[in-house]
């Protein structure tokens, strides 16, 4: 069973987003808060598997609520939920620990996929966000990357190979039809490319390959 922690600062959205993902089999919503500081009060006392939080909320906004329970130990894995696509969230959201960001207004299915993914460690990113987003790394060239550490001796060839494909936004599914390989064995690459990078999640790690200029972006959009 999959313990979901929910926060938004809108009654209805609460109890819309508590009776679809409480109607799934596995997933059992543990709570429901108002704002980012009952959330994170919430999962100190609760310890949810994953958290649902939306951006703008008063108080502590969802982005510190992120960086709050990403810090935890054992964090808890984040998805963003929002209305507000704006590129500076997004970021916000990412950079904070985010492992997902969600559009509210995507289909139910796709939601309580994205749930799921991120609960296993997959991550999730809104697929009409992903060509403004590697936009945006164009553009800032400045941004500091999530580990000081190059790429040169810190990866294997095979995880070089993947991250460029994690990059491209294909599920473990994927890269293993790509390179001809067990899932298994996409895991275990991704279990031991994870530390090595000092991120959390394989959306992070595709932020971390962008940054450091791993993954060339495209420059005509």
């Known amino acids: 069973m999959i313990r979901v922690l929910l926060a938004d600062d809108q009654p209805l959205v609460r109890a819309g987003l508590s009776g679809l993902l409480g109607a799934e089999p596995d997933l059992e919503v543990v709570a429901a808060a108002k704002d ?3 959330a994170v009060d919430l999962a100190h006392a609760l310890r949810p598997d994953i958290a649902c939080l939306d ?3 008063p108080g502590l906004d969802g982005i510190e609520a992120t960086r709050a329970l990403t810090a935890l130990e054992p964090a808890i894995p984040v ?3 929002t209305t507000f696509d704006l590129d500076d969230y997004v970021f916000g959201a990412l950079e904070a620990g985010a492992a997902g960001f969600l559009l509210k207004d995507a289909d139910p299915e ?3 996929a994205a749930v799921h993914q991120v609960a296993s460690g997959q991550g999730t990113l809104d697929q009409s ?3 403004r987003i590697l936009a945006e790394f164009v553009q800032r060239r400045s941004l500091q990357p999530v580990t000081a550490q190059g790429a040169d001796g810190l990866l294997t060839a095979r995880e070089l190979e993947i991250l ?3 990059a491209r936004g294909m599920s473990n599914e994927e890269i293993a039809r790509e390179l001809v390989v067990e899932i298994s064995t996409v895991k275990s690459h991704l279990a031991r490319m994870l530390p090595k990078l000092g991120v959390r999640s394989r959306l992070q790690a595709v932020v971390w390959a962008y940054q450091n200029r791993i993954v060339q972006v495209p420059e005509v959009f």
Request: aromatic share 0%; glycine share 12%.
């Open 55 to 57: 951006i703008r909320m």
């Open 36 to 38: 980012g500081q009952e």
């Open 129 to 131: 966000l992903t060509r």
């Open 79 to 81: 998805l963003i939920l």
């Open 164 to 166: 460029g494909l994690l």
């Open 110 to 112: 796709v939601i309580i």
